[in-house]
């Protein structure tokens, strides 16, 4: 597998088109992208209307101008966000910084997930405010009807936008945990015993006058010779001097 860094391949190779325009990302941004495109043109073409006689234009849901705004306002920021995205994603490889792209990758998480929130928001308050539209008569149904049914499908985009997101984030910590955190290599030694009991110590003696004989040597008895006789015996003629 290629070495990537929070779902992007590792920087110093060339950009690939044809790879990044393949990527499931980059698909379901280019559809929130286009969705958001129909909800704002839908609402900034055909979301006003007057009655007869009334040169006031109000919103088709329930005369409710509060609630095109709110869908304008989405559906602009989206369209500029996917854009933003489009390129930031375009420009992941080529960021060496791991940290840069750890932000990058925070900020699409961040984003798709309050856009996803925000466009639900928008569902059920255009969807409740058509429901309480009694006169539709010189309504654009057509065009209420795609905000409605466009506003449901950003939900879902972006909801598997903010998925994606959270998974290039979860790989792109494991990654960068692994690096920093990989075990050394085992040392080349004995390991010690888990207990250490010493063994009894038994007290070494030794002799003060140590000999360099065997040990079993035995001296033999004293046998007196005949010349030790003779000279222990004092002769006759002696006399000690007289001082």
Same mark, same amino acid.
């Given at each position: 597998d290629e070495s990537s860094a929070y779902g992007a391949s590792l920087a110093g190779g060339s950009f690939d088109f044809q790879k990044f325009a393949k990527q499931?990302?980059?698909i379901v941004r280019f559809l929130s992208w286009i969705f958001s495109i129909v909800v704002f043109s839908c609402i900034t073409a055909e979301g006003f209307v007057n009655k007869? &006689?009334?040169?006031?234009?109000?919103?088709?849901?329930?005369q409710n101008d509060s609630a095109c &705004? @709110?869908?304008?306002?989405?559906?602009?920021?989206?369209?500029?966000?996917?854009?933003f995205f489009l390129l930031?994603?375009?420009?992941?490889?080529?960021?060496?910084?791991?940290?840069?792209?750890?932000?990058?990758?925070?900020?699409?998480?961040?984003?798709s997930g309050v856009w996803t929130f925000l466009w639900f928001v928008c569902f059920c308050l255009l969807a409740s405010q058509w429901s309480h539209t009694?006169?539709?008569g010189g309504i654009p149904q057509d065009a209420a009807r795609a905000t409605i049914a466009f506003s449901f499908f950003s939900i879902a985009t972006w909801?598997?936008?903010? @998925?994606?997101?959270?998974?290039?984030y979860r790989r792109g910590v494991a990654d960068v945990t692994q690096s920093?955190?990989?075990?050394?290599?085992?040392?080349?030694?004995?390991? @010690?015993?888990?207990? @250490?009991?010493?063994?009894?110590?038994?007290?070494?003696?030794?002799?003060?006058?140590p000999s360099s004989a065997p040990d079993d040597f035995q001296q033999p008895p004293f046998?007196?010779?005949?010349s030790t006789i003779t000279s222990t015996q004092p002769q006759g003629d002696y006399q000690p001097p007289n001082y």
């Open positions: 499931p990302y980059t007869p &006689h009334k040169p006031e234009a109000h919103c088709v849901f329930n &705004h @709110y869908a304008v306002g989405i559906g602009v920021i989206a369209f500029l966000a996917c854009f930031l994603d375009a420009y992941m490889p080529l960021m060496s910084n791991a940290k840069e792209r750890k932000y990058a990758v925070m900020a699409d998480l961040g984003f009694l006169d539709v909801g598997i936008l903010t @998925y994606f997101a959270l998974g290039r920093i955190y990989a075990e050394p290599p085992p040392e080349q030694h004995t390991p @010690y015993p888990p207990t @250490y009991a010493p063994s009894a110590y038994t007290p070494t003696t030794y002799s003060p006058y046998t007196p010779t005949p």
